[in-house]
């Protein structure tokens, strides 16, 4: 009985010895899947109309547990009918990460909107992390598919750091029953292409218009941006879920944009400059 007693006490010492990380497994933070219009000027050059693929996740081992050496983001699709190979990879999304870790597989329908009967449905996501635990999900019903035309007329108000940013929408009403159009907009880094900010994310809900006033404190006098324009369609006909976001349809396009220095901060320069130019001529005049 002692040996028994004993050896119980070796094995949960080892349990209790294990890491945190050695228990977690992944959470699904949220999923999507929908049609997505790319622009021929994408700046990430992915172009042309395509089925995109979404999945935000976490892990308390950290980002690493999602994508170091034996993590994977896979998905498979409900449609008899779907034209790539399953199970579809999620490659590691590193320029979002307002969610958490994204992965993002955008795959290119080649026969345009004729491929859109054999991508409908839902698909079951499921994430891995390294010590190949694993947590699934299925999506929402994607069964609203259409082109949304790409965004005209992006435009900002004025060259400053909080200007009003618009577009157009070409075609402002959905063709489909059940379907909304709503917008959305984010702010690129003009360098790294990371997303700093979207507007939907940052505020739960998507804008009813295509004006939208970029908040203080975000931009930089200076700092090249891209300004996205998001035209999007939303499912009226689903159950309103974080888990899985009723958007349908989307389509983009880019504005390059470099805000300049307000006036107030060029005259306090100039103060300073003339107070500086003061200063040395009168130290000059004493020599």
Same mark, same amino acid.
């Given at each position: 009985m002692r040996k028994i007693i004993v050896l119980t006490g070796l094995v949960l010492g080892v349990v209790w010895c294990l890491p945190l990380s050695s228990y977690a497994t992944p959470t699904i933070v949220n999923?999507?899947?929908?049609?997505e219009n790319r622009p021929a000027d994408d700046i990430f050059g992915v172009t042309g109309l395509r089925l995109q693929l979404d999945v935000n996740a976490t892990d308390s081992g950290g980002s690493g547990a999602l994508t170091g050496p034996g993590a994977k983001t896979q998905a498979t699709s409900s449609?008899?009918?779907?034209?790539?190979?399953?199970?579809?990879t999620l490659p590691f999304n590193s320029f979002f990460g307002l969610f958490g870790v994204e992965f993002t597989s955008n795959l290119l329908l080649s026969g345009g909107v004729a491929d859109f009967s054999k991508v409908t449905g839902?698909?079951? #996501?499921?994430? +891995?992390?390294? =010590?190949?635990?694993?947590t699934s999900d299925t999506s929402h019903n994607l069964d609203k598919p259409e082109l949304i035309p790409i965004p005209t007329g992006l435009h900002t108000s004025d060259l400053s750091t909080t200007p009003v940013f618009s577009f157009t929408d070409p075609n402002p009403t959905p063709g489909?029953?059940?379907?909304?159009?709503?917008y959305d907009f984010f702010v690129h880094?003009?360098?790294?292409?990371?997303?700093?900010?979207?507007?939907?994310?940052?505020?739960? #809900?998507?804008? +009813?218009?295509? =004006?939208f006033l970029i908040p203080s404190g975000l931009l930089l006098p200076g700092h090249p941006y891209f300004l996205r324009a998001q035209s999007v369609d939303v499912d009226t006909t689903e159950t309103v879920s974080t888990l899985h976001p009723r958007l349908e349809n989307r389509a983009n396009e880019f504005l390059s944009?470099?805000?300049?220095?307000?006036?107030?901060?060029l005259l306090l320069l100039g103060s300073g400059l003339a107070a500086l130019a003061g200063i040395a001529w009168r130290q000059c005049r004493r020599k």
């Amino acid at each position: 009985m002692r040996k028994i007693i004993v050896l119980t006490g070796l094995v949960l010492g080892v349990v209790w010895c294990l890491p945190l990380s050695s228990y977690a497994t992944p959470t699904i933070v949220n999923d999507f899947a929908f049609i997505e219009n790319r622009p021929a000027d994408d700046i990430f050059g992915v172009t042309g109309l395509r089925l995109q693929l979404d999945v935000n996740a976490t892990d308390s081992g950290g980002s690493g547990a999602l994508t170091g050496p034996g993590a994977k983001t896979q998905a498979t699709s409900s449609n008899g009918s779907f034209p790539f190979a399953q199970p579809v990879t999620l490659p590691f999304n590193s320029f979002f990460g307002l969610f958490g870790v994204e992965f993002t597989s955008n795959l290119l329908l080649s026969g345009g909107v004729a491929d859109f009967s054999k991508v409908t449905g839902t698909y079951n #996501f499921t994430v +891995t992390n390294t =010590s190949a635990q694993s947590t699934s999900d299925t999506s929402h019903n994607l069964d609203k598919p259409e082109l949304i035309p790409i965004p005209t007329g992006l435009h900002t108000s004025d060259l400053s750091t909080t200007p009003v940013f618009s577009f157009t929408d070409p075609n402002p009403t959905p063709g489909i029953a059940g379907l909304v159009r709503r917008y959305d907009f984010f702010v690129h880094d003009g360098i790294t292409r990371n997303v700093l900010f979207d507007f939907s994310t940052s505020s739960g #809900f998507f804008s +009813t218009t295509p =004006s939208f006033l970029i908040p203080s404190g975000l931009l930089l006098p200076g700092h090249p941006y891209f300004l996205r324009a998001q035209s999007v369609d939303v499912d009226t006909t689903e159950t309103v879920s974080t888990l899985h976001p009723r958007l349908e349809n989307r389509a983009n396009e880019f504005l390059s944009f470099t805000p300049v220095p307000e006036p107030s901060s060029l005259l306090l320069l100039g103060s300073g400059l003339a107070a500086l130019a003061g200063i040395a001529w009168r130290q000059c005049r004493r020599k």
